[in-house]
């Protein structure tokens, strides 16, 4: 159903690792992983956490294997991925933006348009919205090693005890990456939604 896709692209590469490795164990059958190996192979995946995840998966040795291992006579051979192609900052594109907050405190909505060029990622979205408004659009981020992980919009942050979260939508449909690499399209509409977990 997900198209080779198991829970989102990130999961999918340690999923593909834990079936190519229990296989043997418990399978009947041989499992297919042709799907699965396409999506993440499709991919362009950013984030070095992502393609540390990948690379087991794409080269059939997963890390479960590891132990397993005879250094000295395995020679691995690693397929050329093609790199994509450097382009210069495309030409503006739009993006409506919108955060809204039910949960916490006195409730609260805003939206904007702004402008970005093309091929940028939301984080420059929300960069750009906070520029032209920062009293309703501010915003925080912590660095983790699958990227910058929004933390606080408009001075409500997420909390680990209240079980509390901003979720990014593109539509009505949940992001599956996050700030640093989603690329809006133009016209788009983004929502970022205060929800619990």
Same mark, same amino acid.
């Given at each position: 159903? *997900?198209?080779?896709? $198991?829970?989102?692209?990130?999961?999918?590469? =340690? @999923?593909? !690792?834990?079936?190519?490795?229990?296989?043997?164990?418990?399978?009947?059958?041989?499992?297919?992983?042709?799907? @699965?190996?396409?999506?993440?192979?499709?991919?362009?995946?950013?984030?070095?956490?992502?393609?540390? !995840?990948?690379?087991?998966?794409?080269?059939?040795?997963?890390?479960?294997?590891?132990?397993?291992?005879?250094?000295?006579?395995?020679?691995?051979?690693?397929? !050329?991925?093609?790199?994509?192609?450097?382009?210069?900052?495309? /030409? /503006?594109?739009?993006?409506?933006?919108?955060?809204?907050?039910?949960?916490? *405190? &006195?409730?609260? !909505? %805003?939206?904007?348009?702004?402008?970005?060029?093309? *091929?940028?990622?939301? =984080?420059?979205?929300?960069?750009?919205? &906070? &520029?032209?408004?920062?009293?309703? %659009?501010?915003?925080?981020?912590?660095?983790?090693?699958?990227?910058?992980?929004?933390?606080?919009?408009?001075?409500?942050? #997420?909390?680990?005890?209240?079980?509390?979260?901003?979720?990014?939508?593109? #539509?009505?449909?949940?992001?599956?990456?996050?700030?640093?690499?989603? &690329? /809006?399209?133009?016209?788009?509409? $983004?929502?970022?939604?205060?929800?619990?977990?």
């Amino acid at each position: 159903e *997900g198209k080779g896709v $198991i829970g989102n692209i990130y999961s999918t590469s =340690l @999923a593909m !690792q834990v079936l190519e490795t229990a296989s043997k164990f418990y399978a009947p059958r041989e499992w297919d992983c042709a799907q @699965a190996f396409s999506a993440v192979y499709n991919h362009q995946l950013q984030q070095p956490m992502a393609v540390a !995840q990948a690379v087991p998966a794409l080269v059939h040795k997963p890390y479960l294997d590891a132990a397993s291992l005879d250094c000295s006579v395995v020679a691995v051979t690693i397929p !050329q991925l093609p790199l994509p192609p450097l382009c210069p900052p495309g /030409p /503006p594109i739009t993006v409506h933006y919108t955060i809204t907050n039910t949960l916490k *405190g &006195k409730p609260f !909505q %805003f939206s904007i348009t702004v402008s970005v060029p093309a *091929g940028s990622t939301l =984080l420059a979205v929300l960069q750009a919205a &906070k &520029k032209a408004n920062p009293k309703d %659009f501010s915003f925080e981020t912590e660095a983790t090693s699958w990227g910058p992980m929004v933390v606080s919009i408009h001075g409500l942050a #997420g909390s680990e005890k209240d079980r509390t979260f901003w979720e990014f939508f593109s #539509g009505a449909d949940s992001l599956q990456e996050g700030v640093g690499t989603y &690329k /809006p399209q133009d016209g788009e509409h $983004i929502r970022a939604v205060f929800s619990t977990y």
